[in-house]
């Protein structure tokens, strides 16, 4: 299957605490998005990493891409319930002269107050 | 302004029936795509067109066939209608090496 892996599937963590989800892909990349969706509700985009790029910054969120392991990872710091959500990757890759985004598994992460 | 704009966001519909999901974006994006959302929520790709044309078309029944009347639009039409293609199907568009930018979705529910 092209569809990514990410583990955990679920994770419950108390207010405060750091969450960490994991990303796998099998192909060549472009760059991988993470995006947030909340119960019910669509797509909101959190963060784009080039394959060029190994790490990077947004707020309270740090993405990391190895490419060489073909894996991303996704730290929320200091995480609030308003975290609770499922977190999706997305990589892209160049297909037939276009962009093809496959998203992984998820992760559904919820964060007790 | 919304960006990716889908309509219908919610069709409830009996099984056999043929229904269309329309979908406009307003970023001058050359490249749109369909996903359905599972109940599982997988999300997966179905179908990927760029500039009018169709370049990428998953396993997907060939009762789905997407049309793209113009750069701006591309719409989904599903005939006879089954109950295992409930799902959210989400509209997307995409820029170059950009994030790509989601509709809010259309949850299909046949009965």
């Known amino acids: 299957s092209q569809q990514g892996e990410e583990d955990p599937q679920a994770l419950s963590i108390q207010e405060g605490e750091n969450a960490t989800m994991n990303c796998s892909y099998k192909?060549?990349?472009?760059?991988l998005q993470w995006y947030r969706q909340n119960s019910g509700r669509g797509l909101v985009h959190l963060i784009l990493?080039?394959?060029?790029?190994r790490e990077k910054h947004s707020g309270r969120l740090r993405v990391t891409l190895d490419t060489s392991k073909k894996s991303s990872s996704l730290l929320i710091t200091a995480s609030r319930a308003a975290d609770t959500a499922s977190y999706f990757c997305?990589?892209?890759?160049?297909?037939?002269?276009?962009?093809?985004?496959?998203f992984g598994t998820g992760t559904r992460l919820k964060v007790l107050a | 302004d919304t960006a990716v704009s889908q309509t219908p966001k919610y069709l409830v519909t009996q099984m056999g029936n043929d229904k269309s999901i329309k979908c406009e974006q307003n970023?001058?994006?050359?490249?749109m795509y369909w996903y359905k959302q599972d109940s599982k929520k997988f999300l997966k790709i179905m179908f990927s067109?760029?500039?009018?044309?169709?370049?990428i078309n998953e396993t997907v029944p060939n009762r789905f066939s997407p049309k793209s009347p113009d750069k701006a639009h591309l719409n989904l039409h599903i005939n006879s209608l089954e109950l295992g293609d409930s799902a959210v199907y989400f509209c997307?568009?995409?820029?170059?090496?950009?994030?790509?930018?989601f509709g809010q979705g259309t949850r299909l529910t046949v009965v």
């Open positions: 192909t060549s990349i472009n760059n």
């Open positions: 997305a990589f892209a890759g160049l297909t037939s002269g276009t962009y093809k985004y496959i």
């Open positions: 990493i080039r394959s060029n790029e």
């Open positions: 067109y760029n500039n009018k044309e169709l370049i």
């Open positions: 997307a568009t995409t820029g170059v090496n950009t994030e790509a930018f």
């Open positions: 970023l001058g994006h050359d490249t």
